[in-house]
């Protein structure tokens, strides 16, 4: 039996083993402690590897593919009779989107600071484990059109959300 091709997380790692952001798609991990030791025990298996392009590793029957840049680990888990290449789709398109958002200032600073934006990034990839999208582009841009909401007081937007908030007001005052 054919079945859509599936997650199981999303991690996003520092360079200590610590979490920055995860997605659970899967009931293999059903307490915070479980995610926590899956967690670590990922770190520590792939910690010696300089992963600086997409690597695959088997780790407790499943698929885990891995890529560090700066101080972050990014991690994709499935099962371990998923296509590899996907997952390594679903990696890069959640890598690249981070960095599209980021503005290509993938550090651990940046990705604290814009830790919402990331979390977008992974619900906008899957849903309960199915993959939706993995082209970083339409990832980035769905996350920035969700991000900014012109509804919300000036004093709590962003300083290009509230450009671009004044100068839809302006151009709506205008047309009047």
């Keep these: 039996m054919k079945t859509c091709p599936s997650i199981k997380n999303i991690l996003l790692l520092d360079s200590e083993g610590k979490c920055i952001a995860r997605k659970y798609c899967s009931d293999d991990w059903p307490t915070n402690n479980a995610k926590e030791a899956f967690e670590k025990a990922v770190f520590t298996k792939t910690q010696k590897s300089n992963a600086r392009t997409e690597e695959i590793t088997m780790f407790e029957n499943n698929i885990v593919v891995y890529k560090f840049v700066q101080d972050l680990h990014f991690f994709v888990t499935g099962s371990e009779d998923e296509n590899e290449l996907i997952l390594v789709t679903v990696l890069q398109g959640f890598f690249d989107s981070v960095g599209l958002v980021l503005r290509g200032n993938v550090d651990k600073v940046q990705a604290l600071e814009n830790l ?21 582009n339409v990832i980035a841009e769905k996350v920035a ?5 012109a509804g919300a007081p000036l004093s709590e937007q ?16 205008l047309l009047k």
Excluded: H, K, N, V
Excluded at 116 to 136: K, N, P, Q, R, Y
Excluded at 145 to 149: A, F, M, N, V
């Design 158 to 173: 962003t300083l290009t959300q509230a450009l671009a908030t004044a100068r839809e007001q302006l151009t709506r005052s």
């Design 116 to 136: 919402d934006l990331i979390l977008l990034c992974m619900d906008e990839i899957d849903d309960g484990g199915i993959i939706l999208e993995t082209d970083a």
């Design 145 to 149: 059109t969700r991000s900014i909401d």
